[in-house]
């Protein structure tokens, strides 16, 4: 199924697709300026998943993401269960959330009705740890987010409440926590789900942040990211 830009379903990305052969995993010294890299790390068909030592690695790179103005790396609408459109834009609206999305149709079980949560409404992700945790670029979306942004989503950062002008919309950040689960584990690993789930990784919020629309508008790959 297309939807504005290339899909990704069981069909045609398998979850658990081998990373590269090589993978070069960044660190940082004290000073977000400077990046050092590390040995390169070599894998073979059946190592798709970084481990723990790994993550903990290039985590210092996700701390020094932008705190104030980041850009949007990604824009992903997850039309069907399973499924993925990554698009050039997406579209905001305040009922809908990411138009194209099946957000809406989804619904969930964290409400009394089974309809859709408008805590969850629309979700965000730092690009830094779904690179982190992913690995290669096209492998990010698998995550399950729709916009991937080089911008510290972290609690201190952006405490519930706060509102992030994305694109030419406004959301606002929600109470509702966002973790990890036994899919984010088949796709990432079980050391990448005990990762974001301890308490440094949900205080970073490694594994995104839920958000409800509070300003329609159109967030393009590209656009800046910033605290309103």
Known sequence: MTHGGRVWGPGLRRVGTTLPGSQTVLAVTPSCDTMVAMASVTRTP?????STDELEAGLDHVRCAPREEGVVQLVVARPEP???????EGRLDLDAGLLGDGWAERGSRSTPDGAADPRAQVTLMNARAADLLAGDRSRWALAGDQFYVDFDIGEENLPAGARIAIGSAVVEVSDKPHTGCKKFAQRFGADALRFVNSPEGRRLRLRGVNARVIEPGVVKVGDPVSKV
């Open 82 to 88: 399973e499924a993925r459109a990554v698009l050039a």
């Open 46 to 50: 059946d190592e798709t998943h970084r």
